[in-house]
């Protein structure tokens, strides 16, 4: 599951939806603090216009579907559900398609344990996954009414010693297949490569490290 990732601004957007538009690069994201969206945010996304479906537009969206069944928001789409045709992805992902740009996902450790600098109690240690050379990381997403998921899939070599689930993680180059009726065949992750770095609580007792994998 993804419940936590890095947001990016709205200027930071508009470049990652110029530069898929115009095929061309886009510079690296600057070194500093970003606030963290988590399920009810607003967060920005894209994906085709809703008038011509030609070019791509910017929009806000609440991070969550709130079910018929239940009050919590539903906020990850298995990738498989949606292959399925489940009834509650049918239509997001059919024709909300979209991309959620950030610049770091979160997901917790299965047994491995740091203090809480709010409790001291043992919690999960949270690892930040992101991209090489600091590039956006673009999420696979779908959005219907407002609201929008984060689709998730198998989790690749980078991910699977922490995590049995992985964000549908896009390059910049495979956007236009994932707003397309082709979008299947991106539900593999194995070959795309994530930096990976330990979050340490700022109480903690062992200093912070790069993990690699």
Request: with cysteine; glycine share 8%; charged share 25%.
């Amino acid at each position: 599951m993804c419940g936590r990732f890095e947001i990016l601004t709205y200027e930071e957007v508009a470049a990652v939806v110029a530069a898929v538009e115009g095929h061309a690069a886009v510079g690296s994201l600057p070194d500093e603090p970003r606030a963290h969206a988590r399920p009810g945010s607003s967060i920005l996304l894209f994906g085709r216009r809703a008038d011509d479906g030609e070019g791509l537009e910017i929009a806000e969206s609440t991070w969550g579907f709130t079910p018929e069944w239940g009050t919590k928001p539903v906020f990850n789409t298995r990738i498989e559900s949606a292959l399925s045709g489940s009834g509650m992805w049918r239509g997001p992902i059919q024709d909300g398609r979209c991309v959620i740009p950030a610049a770091a996902f979160y997901e917790p450790h299965a047994a491995e344990t740091v203090r809480s600098p709010k409790t001291g109690r043992p919690m999960k240690r949270q690892y930040r996954f992101a991209m090489p050379d600091a590039q956006p990381l673009l999420l696979a997403g779908v959005q219907a009414d407002g609201r929008c998921s984060v689709v998730t899939c198998e989790p690749n070599r980078w991910v699977s010693p922490i995590h049995d689930r992985m964000p549908l993680a896009l390059r910049f180059e495979e956007v236009a297949t994932w707003l397309s009726p082709d979008w299947p065949a991106l539900a593999n992750r194995t070959d795309l490569s994530l930096e990976v770095t330990p979050e340490q609580p700022s109480n903690a007792s062992e200093p912070d490290q790069l993990t690699l994998f």
